[in-house]
């Protein structure tokens, strides 16, 4: 079985802060690192890279990247951080299980101190206007201060798991 492997916080942050712990096929690898893509995909991808599984072990061995259960579990987990794309739950999640999704990732993108005043507003949502309003404020910071790969990482996670109105 080809496992799925998902970001840490410490990938994140080589990822966010261009970490030169980190540098060309590794670093490259690890940003296709999605917590959706399992290992065979990722060796299709990243073909060029050399030895994707040894690769990978490296990552892992670093603490950039950890094992995921299920690709749906990316979203939420502890050190998780959907990339490219996120599995899309079966049901579409609450307007309270997505706020809750939004803000863990605002946190692990953006640190606690500057996610702060965005995951209250998106809290604070009382409904789906409202909590599309903060997640759209959101994306922008996420965007200048990130980037756009963080911000369509951001963006991807929050499209497969949009609240039922």
């Known amino acids: 079985m080809s496992l799925i492997y998902r970001k840490t916080v410490k990938g994140n942050d080589a990822i966010s802060n261009r970490s030169r712990e ?14 959706k893509r399992a290992q065979t995909d990722l060796g299709q991808l990243a073909s060029g890279f050399g030895d994707v599984d040894a690769m990978l072990g490296l990552l892992a061995q670093g603490g950039f990247i950890e094992p995921v259960a299920e690709p749906a ?3 939420g987990a ?8 996120v599995a899309a739950p079966a049901a ?3 307007l309270a299980q997505a706020k809750k999704m939004a803000t863990r990732l ?8 500057n996610s702060q005043s965005l995951c209250l507003r998106i809290e604070s949502a009382k409904n789906l206007p409202e909590y599309v309003d903060a997640v759209k ?3 922008t910071v996420v965007r200048e201060s990130g980037g756009v790969a963080q911000a369509e990482r951001f963006g991807a996670a929050l499209e497969a798991n949009l609240p039922r109105a």
């Open 73 to 75: 579990l990316a979203v």
């Open 137 to 139: 404020r959101a994306y």
């Open 22 to 35: 980190l540098a060309g096929r590794l670093r490259s690898l690890l940003i296709l690192v999605d917590g």
């Open 78 to 85: 502890q050190g998780a951080a959907p990339a490219a794309g």
């Open 106 to 113: 605002l946190v692990e993108m953006l640190g606690p101190n």
């Open 92 to 94: 579409p999640p609450t």
